[in-house]
């Protein structure tokens, strides 16, 4: 699956920014998906996930209550709303496709996803 992210952008801390990641082909609906960040100089860090059916999700501490993900399967895209946005959120946001489809605690680790977006820039100005 093909995946391409978009929404990054410049914004003031306690901004709100949407981001989107669009899936090619016709099997999206089968992915978990996941969304990951990565600042200067750290490591790849999880942000949240979504079951195939977006029945489950999981979210960093860090960001529970602030950042939503969603999935469309009819649209074959995945978000993440991000709300009272801080300087720490600044990073490359990534969305992640797992063919496994369910989550469970793999999912937190980058090695769950077989397929990777192209990162989307995020910064937030304090």
């Known amino acids: 699956v093909q995946l391409q992210a978009s929404g990054g952008g410049l914004v003031q801390a306690g901004g709100s920014l949407r981001l989107s990641c669009a899936a090619g082909?016709?099997?999206?609906?089968?992915?978990?998906m996941g969304w990951f960040r990565q600042a200067p100089g750290k490591e790849r860090e999880f942000v949240a996930a979504?079951?195939?059916?977006?029945?489950?999700?999981y979210y960093t501490d860090s960001v529970k209550g602030r950042f939503t993900i969603s999935r469309d399967n009819a649209e074959n895209t995945v978000s993440l709303q991000m709300n009272s946005l801080k300087p720490e959120d600044t990073a490359v946001y990534y969305c992640?496709?797992?063919?496994?489809?369910?989550?469970?605690?793999?999912?937190?680790?980058?090695?769950?996803?077989?397929?990777w977006g192209q990162g989307t820039l995020v910064t937030v100005s304090s």
């Open positions: 082909g016709r099997t999206f609906s089968r992915y978990a």
């Open positions: 979504i079951s195939q059916n977006g029945g489950i999700t």
């Open positions: 992640a496709a797992d063919q496994t489809g369910t989550l469970t605690s793999r999912n937190y680790y980058p090695r769950a996803y077989e397929y």
